[in-house]
């Protein structure tokens, strides 16, 4: 298409949206510059592909008046974390965009510069996909690639009894960001600067997949998963798959200085920030004996991890002490579920 069109104009057919995608491929000679209708990939020597699909959908996932370089980000970031969680190296992704009307040139440009952002950060091509047109909202589909070394991935089942349970970076930004990019009164409400508002919506906006924390999730971790639907959810998720009781000490959770100043003006919204989700940080589980070599190793590739708590024997249920040591009041919803 004719790249000199005005932002506004409107993208003419399909195989124009391939035209503006098809730079992403470069670096990835198997994605034949989106030419065919298959891409082809050889793992590494000596490796297994790890395979990860998270759509995101306008109105649940993002919001009608973010950028298109925010929501090619995040859909991008949100399957990218799944990969690090696991120990896994990206590769390439595979793309289904369904539109619910023909976009228009100065939003493809801004979505073509986020995902070339994000594959840039995160060391992956687009390698193919699709796009159509349907009704409903707008939604992304995307299918991550990664690779591990063969028989090293770690798994969300395999935590054990005697377990120390770690999270990184902190919880509960993303939440509050949502919350400020729905309402901006908020900020004000909670006391918060400028600058740490913008940080909270970012940190909804655009999650930042810890992929510097793949080899010390390989060398040391018992079990690992990311934590997107609220760390109260996940955490409960990884006891049952692994059929193990897990216990998580409130007052250790991490939080920014941000959050702390709104948790500040209303303690209570502490059962909030663990369950609201969208935190995109990776929950494992480490032996003691290895506990302080995981955490050495996170610090030494740049991402702080803290112990929040400890696998139990039992069965899989979980125990939560408050900050006062009483048990913790949750919400009747622990965290987010699409049904």
């Known amino acids: 298409m004719d790249r000199r069109a005005p932002p506004d104009a409107v993208v003419s057919g399909e195989e124009a949206i391939i035209a503006l995608l098809a730079p992403l491929t470069q670096g990835s000679p198997g994605a034949f510059g989106l030419k065919d209708d298959c891409a082809l990939l050889a793992p590494p020597p000596d490796t297994e592909l790890v395979l990860k699909t998270d759509p995101v959908a306008e109105g649940i996932h993002f919001l009608p008046g973010d950028s ?11 399957n990218v974390s799944d990969l690090a969680a696991k120990g896994a190296a990206p590769l390439g992704y595979l793309m289904a965009v369904s539109f619910p009307a023909a976009p228009t040139v100065g939003w493809m440009t801004g979505f073509v510069e986020g995902l070339q952002a994000a594959q840039t950060w995160f060391g992956c091509h687009l390698m193919g996909g699709d796009t159509d047109r349907r009704p409903g909202p707008l939604t992304i589909a995307i299918t991550a690639i990664g690779s591990v070394p ?12 005697g377990d120390a349970l770690f999270v990184s970076g902190t919880i509960g930004d993303a939440g509050l960001g949502l919350q400020l990019a729905k309402t901006a009164a908020l900020e004000t409400a909670w006391g918060l600067s400028d600058a740490e508002a913008s940080y909270l919506r970012q940190r909804y906006r655009r999650p930042q997949p810890r992929l510097g924390l793949a080899a010390a999730l390989r060398q040391y971790a018992s079990a690992a998963m990311d934590i997107s639907d609220g760390l109260i959810k996940d955490l409960e998720r990884m ?18 200085n941000p959050a702390r100043r709104v ?16 935190d995109y940080e990776v929950l494992a589980t480490v032996p003691q004996d ?18 929040i708590g400890g696998m139990l024997p039992g069965p899989p249920v979980l125990s939560i002490a408050g900050p006062s040591g009483g048990p913790l009041a949750l919400p009747e919803r622990t965290g987010w579920d699409h049904f």
């Not at 006891?239 to 920014?256: F, I, K, N, Q, T």
């Not at 948790?263 to 969208?278: K, S, Y």
């Open 68 to 78: 298109p370089q925010d929501v090619a980000w995040k859909a991008l970031a949100v």
């Open 150 to 161: 063969r028989g090293r991935m770690v798994p969300r089942t395999t935590a054990q009894a």
């Open 239 to 256: 006891g049952r798959a692994s059929g193990v009781a897990s216990r998580l000490v409130a007052a250790d959770v991490p939080l920014s």
């Open 263 to 278: 948790m500040a003006r209303a303690p209570e919204r502490l059962a909030e920030l663990l369950t609201a989700g969208d």
């Open 290 to 307: 290895k506990a302080r070599l995981f955490a050495a190793a996170a610090k030494a590739a740049g991402i702080a991890v803290t112990e």
